[in-house]
Structure formats: C-alpha cells, structure tokens
C-alpha cells in the first residue's frame, strides 16, 4: 500500500487516523492517593483527554502493565466510547509491574491489533525504581518508535505499611500458644505517633499494639494466640489471620497482610528407634527419639480429649508396616539399625507419595549397613552415602573432658532457620550445641548424581500409571513431579547441605524425592552422641521437625501472581463450584477446566488483590456450599516502599530523539511519525475500477462499428461473366 511520511501535526490536517498504544501501570503504588485522588485516576483523566484528540477512524489499545480480574485482551477498539469503557476497567492491583514486559506487550499490539500504520505509544505511570531497573532501557522503548512517556508522581512520598507477617512455626494446635511475627515500615518525612496495629483472627481483633513510627524504621512485632479448636490430620482447620495498621495513610491497600494459619491436633507422627514400643522408662531404657518426642508432644497420656500436636506412633524398623504409615504426616528413623529392602521400599513410596522422613545418627546406627541397604547408588532413601569413619567418638563413662566439635554459623543461612534473631544471636544460637560424635555423609557419592537420577525419573515417569496411591491424605496443592522435565527434576531432586559442622561436614542434608523430602541429622539426638536436646539447641530441632510437618500440608499464603489453579478431584470434576473474592460477599461461578489426561482444575486468572480467596463446591447432598480450598494472597513488600525514578535521571539514560516526555501541566499529543495517505488505496481501487469500467465500454462500442461495417457488402466491387 502506498503511504506517505508527514509529520504529527499533518496528523490534524489530513485528519489521518493513527493507531494508540497505551501502556497503563495498575501496580499497587499507583493506589497512592493525593488530594481525594490516586495516581491512577490521575493517569486515566490524562489518558481520557488524549483518546478524545484522537482523529476518526483511528483505533486504541488499552495495555494494563500488571494483569488483573476479568480482563479480556480482545484488540484494539474502533471507538472512542469502547476505549474509554475499557480505561475505566483498569484498576490499581497489588502486583510489581515489569516495564520491560510492558514494551514487549505494546510493541505485539502495535503489529497484531491494527492495520494503521501511524502508531502512537504512550506510557503512564508513577516510575517505580524496581519496576524499571533495566540495563538496556534506551533499546528496549526504541524499538517502538515515537514514545512519550507521562511520568504521574506524588509530591509527597510517605507511606507505612505491613512488610512481613507469617505464623512463627508455621503450624498451630490448639494446646500451644501460635506466635505470630510481623514488620512494619514507615518512610517519608515525619513520624507517625501511637499507630495501633491489630491482630484479627477469622474476623475478631484478639490483640492490638501502640507503635510509634519513624522515618526509614522497621519495627518487629510478636503477637501471641490461644486457638481453642483444630481440625485432623485428614481435615485441618484453616484460620484466616489479618495484621492490620488501623489508621489508614495515603496508601491504604498496603495497610495490612494475611495469612492462612493451619490449626490441627493429634497428627500421627511415626517414631523410630532401636526400642520402639518396648522404651521402658522405669528401666533406664530409652529409644533415641525420646526427646523429640517429648518435644512435639510434651504430654502424651492416652486422653482422648487431648489436642496436642501430634499422636505418637514408636515402632521398631522390624516392625514398621504401611498401615503405620498410611495416616502419617512425618516419619522419623533415630538410632536404628539398617532397614531391610521391604521397609527401604515402603520407605521410598511413602516419600514418593508426598511423606516427609528424618533420618538421624545415634544409638544402633551402623554407618555400613546403612550406607549397603539404604543407600543403593541413590535408589535408596538416604541422600547421600556414609562414609565408614565417623567424625569424633563417644565419651567413656569416666570421662571428664572429651574432644567436642561445634556448629558453623555461618553454613546456617537457610529459610529453614528463620528465628527472627539477629545476626549474633543465631550465631550463639547455632553454637550452644556441643558434638561428640557424628557420621560423615559422603559428598563425592554424588559425582555421577545428575546421570543416574534421569534414568531414575524417566523410569518413575514409565511407571507412574501403575503405582498405586496407599497414603490417606494428600497435599493438593504439591505439584505432581510429571509437571516438571527430567532436567528440572533432577535439579530440584539434588541433594544439598542445610548446615555444616566446623569441619566442613554436613550436620543436615536434604533429598526431594517424588512429592516428599528425605533429611539425614548426621547426629543422634539424644544427649549421648551431642547435647543438642538439653539446652537452646533444641530450637534447632524443633525447627527442623515443624518444618517437615508444615512441608506435608498445602502452602495456602502465597504471592499475588496473574494465574493459580486449584486441582478438583476427577470425581467432582462435574460439580458445580463458585469462588469468593476477597472483600466480596458474593459468590462467582467458576467452571472446572481439564487440564491434562484425568486432571482437571479451576484456573483463577488474576490472583492479585491481598485477601482471601475461597473456592466452594456445591453439596448435592446437604444442598449447601462445601468449602474446597481457602487461599491467601499478599503483594510484594517493595511495591510499598515509594522510591520513584527522577525524571532528569531517566531521561539521561533514555537518549533517543523518538522519546518525548510530558512534563507535568502538560498534555499528551499526537506529535511524531505520520503515514499520510492511509485511505489512499481504496481511493486507487475505486479510480482502477472507474478506468476497467471506461476501458470495457470503449472496448464494447469499437465491437459494434465492426460488427456494423462487415454487415455492409459493396454492388460495384462485382466483375461479370464472360458470354
């Protein structure tokens, strides 16, 4: 088609249509609220002007730079009232927006939406550092062409809110007290006195705190609650918890966080070691999980009214059987001798199935035999193999002072020892524990780790239609290992220390295997091999037991993110099932998707605004609502934090001639690179029609004069007959 290049204003005279590009940040930061009015509703009145200077004929693209509820991407719209429609649908969502993927989505829309070749790109938003840290901004906008850019910032920049709030061990019964942790932060230029921030759970304020607030401070908080019921095992009772600050500032979305705390009593637990059920303590004859036993379940007499923790089941490795492990969220294997291959397999599928297990040193461990039964290459449960040396030795009776090795501070820095302690602190925390005697988990059985376990995978991929699911419970959140490729899981699968010894040794080691984990304790954990049980080391272990607890149960706070699916059994795959948002009452329906062969799903397409969500599923039976899955969901804390690109700073970086900024006061126009003559190829074809229509009819006149001088013989052209 053939165009012509004018300039913008040519844009006004020839009343040529252009095509709009306009990238429009929804990040939590454009909530901020100045003067009744957020930064958003700012950037939509500018944006409202700009569509109304548009020439007819031309076609607008909405781009919301963060993805959002019920947002459909249908094009660009051929009528100022469509767009203006769709403007007013783009909302402020607790999301981090990303220009980058911005520029990539516009430039998409810029060659799929419209056929119009004059193409306006127009950004909007408030310039949030992390949302542009690029390190090839200047190429990335000049491969759109002309750009402007409308930087919408507050004059003032203060803002407190929420940064953290989290359930301290991540699991809550209803016999000890829950703590909760929290942070809030507060930036801006003045404090902020007496600020309550209070604690709700399932809709009731159960504490409240008077905080001051400076400048550029985080302020740690602890809130503590009695929960008076839980649910099982099979049913854990889910809790909605809310820290709110409850003084609103100019950035009221960020005010506070959720969690979803699971509360639940009398999870079977098996135990373990070289007594099992026949521990006589009268005798002096203690099994090697006794202490930590006595640490999740400080009271374990046979009431059946108890709501403790955890229900306790010692055995034996002997006596160990799948009806032991079926109802069992964790499993922990203390001073025991070897398993035999039966239990090793057992062992294997109960991981395999979404099963946690601890595996610890102490009492009967025999590093050989463990390492020739359990080990196998790898197709065993142990992580790694053992070396026959161990580190240390075990003190006689007589012995006053022994050898002993410590912990490394330093090799703690895993989420799994998360004490809300400062730097100092976790490091006399981590070196209270003194060390006797441990084995030595052999690093270099991993070397050909990464080929063996892809055949591994593959052979389990091969099989997975015949194993037979035997656990009574499920994490149905946990993605299936069928979801990942063989190089991922191998990666994901790969054995990794959480924490050394001095000495470089591992003291933890961790193996993902199928849906479950496998930890190795290179120690005993009764005070014989360490004295890690006797004093505050024994935070470190009860660490690392609620940890394996809280991994069997489904992650149910989350960040916010554009898309979550929530699996449906294939049973209810037809059943009817609605989704509550947060802050609604009512209920939406919501269809269940197939996602696979015998996998089926609700996909929430924008899971971005901080709440709770709850899926329900109609009870056909009852008639009444059956709740499904209970979610929470929080935005990330740098959105909050309000640190604004300066404009003379950016446009220092964003050098090319094709970018425009509009300036405060300003407005955005139609200026740059006009295609003139867009219509001109109808105008060609109707003017080609025009001259084949004149060339027929010439053509058919000049037949009808020939046809008209052949009819017409001439007399005289005739000679005569001879006589």
């Not at 002096?284 to 009431?303: K, Q």
């Not at 059987?321 to 070897?338: F, H, K, M, P, Y």
């Not at 461990?365 to 070396?387: C, H, K, R, V, Y």
């Not at 001259?691 to 009819?697: D, K, Y």
Request: proline share 5%; aromatic share 8%.
């Amino acid at each position: 088609r053939p165009y012509w290049v004018g300039s913008g204003s040519q844009v006004h005279q020839n009343n040529e249509p252009v095509h709009a590009v306009i990238v429009l940040d929804n990040s939590l930061s454009m909530g901020y609220t100045s003067a009744q009015t957020s930064l958003l509703e700012e950037a939509k009145d500018q944006i409202s002007l700009f569509i109304e200077l548009l020439p007819s004929g031309s076609e607008i693209s909405i781009i919301p730079l963060c993805a959002q509820p019920h947002w459909f991407n249908i094009g660009a719209f051929a009528s100022r009232d469509d767009a203006l429609n769709a403007l007013r649908q783009v909302e402020v969502v607790d999301l981090k927006a990303n220009i980058r993927s911005g520029v990539e989505r516009a430039l998409i829309a810029s060659k799929k939406d419209s056929s119009i070749q004059t193409k306006r790109f127009v950004f909007l938003g408030d310039l949030q550092q992390d949302s542009w840290e690029d390190d090839d901004l200047d190429d990335l906008f000049g491969s759109l062409g002309d750009v402007q850019l409308v930087p919408v910032q507050p004059t003032l920049r203060e803002n407190s809110w929420i940064s953290e709030f989290y359930l301290r061990d991540g699991i809550a019964d209803a016999e000890s007290i829950a703590v909760f942790v929290a942070e809030v932060r507060h930036i801006g230029l003045t404090s902020r006195e007496r600020v309550p921030v209070s604690l709700e759970i399932d809709g009731d304020i159960v504490s409240t705190r008077i905080i001051d607030l400076v400048p550029r401070q985080t302020i740690s908080l602890v809130f503590e609650h009695q929960f008076t019921s839980a649910g099982s095992s099979k049913e854990p009772l889910f809790s909605r918890a809310v820290l709110r600050i409850d003084e609103p500032d100019y950035l009221p979305m960020d005010d506070h966080r959720v969690a979803v705390v699971p509360v639940i009593a009398r999870v079977p637990v098996v135990f373990v070691d070289q007594h099992g059920a026949d521990e006589n303590a009268d005798r002096g004859r203690f099994g090697e999980t006794y202490m930590l036993r006595h640490l999740l379940a400080p009271e374990i007499e046979d009431d059946l009214d108890h709501q403790a923790l955890i229900d306790i089941v010692h055995r034996t490795i002997d006596t160990l059987t799948q009806e032991d492990l079926q109802d069992a969220r964790l499993v922990v294997i203390s001073g025991s001798i070897a398993p035999h291959q039966v239990t090793v397999d057992l062992l294997r599928e109960y991981a395999e199935q979404g099963g946690q297990l601890l595996i610890t040193a102490g009492g009967l461990f025999d590093t050989n035999s463990w390492t020739e039964a359990a080990w196998m290459q790898g197709n065993g449960i142990l992580p790694m193999a053992i070396m026959s040396d161990p580190i240390g030795s075990l003190p006689p009776i007589s012995a006053d002072d022994w050898p002993q090795f410590k912990l490394d501070p330093k090799t703690f820095d895993d989420p799994l020892y998360r004490f809300e302690l400062s730097n100092e602190e976790l490091s006399d925390l981590v070196l209270t524990p003194s060390f006797y005697k441990a084995i030595k988990a052999d690093e270099d059985s991993l070397s050909d780790w990464d080929e063996k376990e892809s055949v591994r995978i593959e052979d389990r991929l091969a099989r997975d239609g015949e194993q037979i699911r035997w656990l009574n419970w499920t994490n149905p959140l946990a993605r299936h290992y069928s979801e990942f490729s063989v190089k991922q899981l191998v990666a994901r699968n790969r054995p990794q220390s959480l924490g050394r010894y001095q000495s470089g040794e591992p003291f933890l080691v961790q193996r993902r295997m199928g849906q479950g984990h496998i930890m190795l304790l290179t120690s005993g954990v009764f005070p014989e091999w360490n004295n890690i049980a006797l004093d505050s080391g024994v935070l470190i272990m009860d660490r690392i037991l609620r940890h394996l607890l809280v991994r069997s149960l489904p992650e149910r706070t989350l960040e916010t993110r554009n898309e979550m699916v929530i699996p449906v059994s294939p049973r209810h795959q037809h059943a009817s099932h609605k989704l509550q948002w947060p802050d609604e009452d009512a209920n939406e329906s919501t269809a269940v998707e197939v996602l696979g062969s015998q996998k089926y799903g609700v996909v929430m397409r924008g899971a971005s605004h901080r709440g709770f969500y709850e899926l329900f599923r109609d009870n056909e039976v009852e008639s009444e609502l059956a709740a499904v899955m209970l979610l929470g969901f929080n935005g990330p804390s740098s959105e909050s934090n309000i640190e604004l690109l300066d404009v003379e700073e950016l446009q220092s970086v964003l050098t090319s001639d094709k970018i425009r900024w509009v300036e405060s006061g300003q407005s955005i126009t139609l200026q740059g690179t006009t295609y003139l003559g867009s219509g001109t190829w109808k105008w060609l074809m109707y003017l080609l029609l025009i001259v084949l229509l004149i060339e027929m009819f010439l053509l058919s006149k000049k037949r009808h004069v020939d046809d008209d001088e052949q009819a017409v013989i001439p007399v005289s052209g005739r000679q005569s007959q001879p006589k």
